[in-house]
C-alpha cells in the first residue's frame, strides 16, 4: 500500500489539535505543582478585588462627603457620588470575605501546600491526584457565587438574625462558603494522607522541614474545623429557603456565633501557621544557620494548633456570655501566647551571630517577624475580656488583625513568593524591584494600620459609613484621610510587584538551587519535571542538621549523601 503524503492544511490541523490538547491538559492537570500555581495565580487576582474593596471604604471614611461622580454613578447607583450606607455595608462584606476565604487561606495551603508538600518530602505527588484537581475547580463555582452574592451586607462573620433579613445574595454567599469548605476540606484530606503515607526513604517527623509541619497541623485543623462551619452554613441556607429555625424564629441566633468561630478562630491559625513555617525557613536559609530549637518549633506548631480550639469564646465577650466562660476563654487566650513566644524567640535566635543576606524573601521574613509581634501584642489586650468590651467593636480590632493577617500572613506571603519563584518558574524574580516593593509596601503598611490603633482607643467603631454624622467622631477625620492616603500607596506598591512577577517570566533561567538552599525541593531541577525528582530521593540527613553555618558546602541536596 503506498503512503499518502500529508498536506500543509492537516499538518495545521494536526498541529493545532496537539496545541489544544496541551493546554487542556495543562488547565486540567493533575500535577500537583500545575494546581499550586492555579490556586496561587486565582487568589492574586482576588487581591487585587479585594483591595480595591478596600480602598473603596477608605475613600468614604475619609471624605464622606466628596463627590465622586464617575465611581458614583457607575459603580454606587448615586447621583451624588455618594456611597451609601447599604453599599458601604456590601463593600465590608465583600472585602472580609474575598481577603479571608479567596486570598490568603488559598495562597497559603492551596498554592504552597500544593506545591512545596510533595517536593519538601520527596513525593512524586499528592496521595489523591485528581481529588486534589478536584480541590482547585470547585473553587469556580465557589468564584461564580461570591459575584452573584454582591449585595450581601451582614458582615463577613453573616451573624443571624441580621444575615435572615438580607435576600438572595445573602444565600449566594452562604453558598460560596460552603463550596469553599468543601474545597478545603478536600485538600486537607489530602496533605495529611500525603505527609503520612509518601515521605521519601529517611525523611523521618523530625527531619521535615517547618513549613511541611506548619501545613500538616494546618490540614487537621481545617479537616477537625471545617465540618462545623459547613454544617452551619448549610443550616442557615435551610432558615433562608426551608423554613426552618435553627438560627431564626424559635433557633438561637447565638448559635451561629459558636459554631462560626469554632472554625474561624482556627482558620486564624490556618492562615498564620503555614506563614509561620515558611518565615522559619526563609530565615534559616538566609542567616546560613540551622534554625534555633527546631524540636521547641515543632512543639510550639502543635501547641497553637491545639490551643486553637480552645479559644473561640473570645469573639463573643460582648455577647452576653457567664464571666466564668469568659474567663475560661480568656485565660486559654493568653495561654497561647507562650508557644507564639517560642517561636519569636527562636526566630531571633537563628538570626543572631548568623551571616545574614538581606535579599527580598529574607526582608519581608524579618518585617513578618516584627508585625507579628505588634499584633500579638495587641491581641494580648484583647484577651482581656474586661478591656475587650470596651475595645471589642472598634478600630483596635482592625488594627490589631490586620497586623496579624497582613503584616503576618502576607508579608509572609511576599517571602514565599519570591523564594520559591525561582523553583516554580526556573528564574529569579528581580531584586531591586523586590526591595523597593518591600519598603513601599512596609512603610505604607504601618502608616496605614498603626494609627488605627490610636482610632480605637478613641473609641472609633467599627463599620460606620459616614464620620461626619457623628459630632464625637469629627476629630478622627484627618487620621482618617492619613490612613486612605496611606492605603492608597500601598495599593500602588503592589504595582510593582504585579510588573515584577509576571515580567520576571520573561527573564534569564536560573539554576535548581539559586538560594543554596538545603531543603529538599531544591535538590530537584527549576522548574521540577512531571512526577518533581529525576531519581527516587533518599534522606540522609534533615534540612537544619549541617554543623557549621556560613558554608556553601554546607547546603548540599538532602538525598545527597554525606
Keep these: 500500500m503506498s503512503s499518502i503524503p500529508a498536506t500543509g492544511a492537516s499538518l495545521d490541523h494536526a498541529h493545532s489539535s496537539r496545541l489544544r490538547a496541551s493546554i487542556l491538559s495543562y488547565i486540567f492537570s493533575v500535577d500537583h505543582k500545575v494546581i499550586g500555581i492555579q490556586f496561587l495565580i486565582s487568589a492574586l487576582i482576588w487581591m487585587l478585588f479585594g483591595g480595591l474593596l478596600a480602598l473603596a471604604m477608605r475613600w468614604q471614611l475619609a471624605w464622606p462627603a466628596s463627590d465622586m461622580p464617575v465611581l458614583g454613578r457607575w459603580l454606587f447607583g448615586d447621583q451624588a457620588g455618594q456611597i451609601s450606607p447599604s453599599f458601604y455595608n456590601a463593600l465590608f462584606t465583600m472585602h472580609g470575605t474575598v481577603m479571608t476565604f479567596l486570598v490568603i487561606i488559598p495562597l497559603l495551603t492551596g498554592a504552597f501546600g500544593n506545591y512545596l508538600i510533595p517536593l519538601m518530602i520527596g513525593a512524586a505527588d499528592m496521595a489523591f491526584p485528581r481529588l486534589n484537581a478536584f480541590s482547585y475547580w470547585i473553587m469556580w463555582p465557589a468564584f461564580f457565587c461570591i459575584v452573584l452574592s454582591w449585595g450581601a451586607a451582614a458582615g463577613w462573620t453573616s451573624y443571624p438574625p441580621l444575615a435572615l433579613t438580607h435576600g438572595d445574595a445573602q444565600t449566594w454567599w452562604l453558598a460560596s462558603l460552603t463550596l469553599i469548605g468543601v474545597s478545603s476540606l478536600a485538600g486537607s484530606i489530602n496533605y495529611i494522607t500525603t505527609v503520612i503515607a509518601m515521605r521519601a526513604p529517611g525523611m523521618n517527623w523530625m527531619r521535615m522541614p517547618m513549613t511541611v509541619w506548619a501545613l500538616f497541623v494546618t490540614a487537621i485543623l481545617q479537616a477537625l474545623a471545617l465540618p462545623v462551619l459547613t454544617a452551619a452554613s448549610v443550616m442557615q441556607l435551610s432558615d433562608r429557603l426551608a423554613g426552618t429555625d435553627f438560627f431564626a424564629g ?30 522559619s525557613d526563609v530565615i534559616s536559609c538566609f542567616a546560613r544557620k540551622p534554625l534555633f530549637g527546631y524540636v521547641p518549633m515543632v512543639i510550639a506548631t502543635v501547641a497553637i494548633g491545639a490551643l486553637g480550639f480552645l479559644v473561640w469564646g473570645h469573639h463573643m465577650f460582648t455577647s452576653g456570655m457567664n464571666p466564668a466562660v469568659g474567663m475560661a476563654f480568656a485565660l486559654a487566650t493568653l495561654l497561647i501566647a507562650v508557644p507564639s513566644g517560642i517561636k519569636t524567640f527562636n526566630w531571633i535566635a537563628t538570626l543572631w551571630g548568623g551571616a545574614i543576606q538581606f535579599t527580598t524573601p529574607m526582608l519581608f521574613a524579618i518585617s513578618f517577624v516584627s508585625m507579628f509581634i505588634i499584633g500579638g501584642l495587641s491581641g494580648i489586650y484583647l484577651g482581656a475580656s474586661t478591656l475587650d468590651v470596651f475595645l471589642h467593636d472598634t478600630y483596635f480590632i482592625v488594627a490589631h488583625f490586620h497586623y496579624a493577617l497582613f503584616g503576618g500572613s502576607v508579608m509572609a506571603i511576599f517571602a514565599g513568593i519570591y523564594y520559591w519563584y525561582p523553583k516554580m518558574f526556573g528564574r529569579t524574580m528581580n531584586e531591586t524591584l523586590g526591595k523597593w516593593h518591600f519598603v513601599l509596601t512596609f512603610i505604607f503598611f504601618n502608616a496605614t494600620f498603626f494609627p488605627m490603633h490610636f482610632l480605637g482607643l478613641m473609641g472609633f467603631p467599627r463599620r460606620v459609613p459616614d464620620v461626619a454624622l457623628y459630632e464625637s467622631l469629627n476629630g478622627t477625620l484627618p487620621i482618617n484621610a492619613f490612613i486612605t492616603i496611606s492605603a492608597m500607596g500601598m495599593g500602588l506598591a503592589q504595582v510593582i510587584f504585579a510588573a515584577n512577577f509576571f515580567g520576571s517570566l520573561f527573564g534569564p533561567k536560573t539554576g535548581a538551587n539559586p538560594w543554596h538552599a538545603n531543603t529538599l525541593e531544591w535538590s530537584a531541577p527549576s522548574p521540577p519535571p512531571h512526577g518533581n525528582f529525576v531519581t527516587p530521593p533518599h534522606v540522609y540527613r534533615g534540612p537544619y542538621e549541617y554543623s557549621v553555618p556560613g558554608e556553601e558546602s554546607d547546603f548540599l541536596p538532602q538525598s545527597q549523601a554525606p
Design 250 to 279: 424559635e433557633g438561637q441566633p447565638l448559635l451561629w456565633q459558636h459554631l462560626f468561630w469554632f472554625y474561624s478562630h482556627p482558620a486564624v491559625y490556618v492562615m498564620i501557621l503555614p506563614a509561620m513555617g515558611i518565615v
